[in-house]
């Protein structure tokens, strides 16, 4: 099984796998494949995390492509629960002018079923 090109809706995922198929989009250079080391786990930034560091940390697009029979992989994902209000963070590091308005988990885990690619861009101000 593949998965097509998405983000998570998560502040970040922990990914377990032995066998490759991950790839990541990266801007100007196109999708990279992660190669799978032995004992290491992949930290993936998730939307929460983008809007939370007001998208200094950004969210990666990834997909996979499988190309062997099986592939066995375990995806973890860390997000606030529903009621939790997700507002930038203001600072000389994230910058002084939030680029996200405030969103409860609930609506954007709404608005990602509903627009899928374009959630992020519906809660820019
Ligand atoms: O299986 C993987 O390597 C990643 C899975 C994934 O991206 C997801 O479940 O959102
Ligand atoms: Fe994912």
């Known amino acids: 099984m593949g998965l ?3 983000t998570d809706t998560s502040l970040i995922t922990i990914v377990q796998s032995k066998t490759s198929g991950l790839q990541v989009f990266k801007e100007g ?3 990279i ?3 799978p080391i032995p004992g290491a786990l992949i930290v993936n930034v998730g939307d ?3 809007i939370l560091s007001n998208g200094e940390f950004t969210t990666v697009r990834h997909r996979v492509v499988v190309t062997q029979i099986q592939r066995f992989s375990a995806a973890h994902f860390y997000a606030p629960p529903g009621d939790v209000i997700v ?3 203001m600072s000389k ?3 002084e002018v939030p680029r996200y308005r405030s969103v409860s988990v609930k609506e954007y885990v709404e608005t990602k079923g509903k627009h899928f690619e374009k ?3 519906l809660i820019k101000k």
């Open 4 to 6: 097509a090109p998405h």
């Open 29 to 31: 250079v196109g999708w």
């Open 33 to 35: 494949l992660v190669q």
């Open 48 to 50: 929460f995390l983008h």
């Open 87 to 89: 507002s930038p963070l």
């Open 93 to 95: 590091d994230f910058g």
């Open 119 to 121: 959630a992020l861009s």
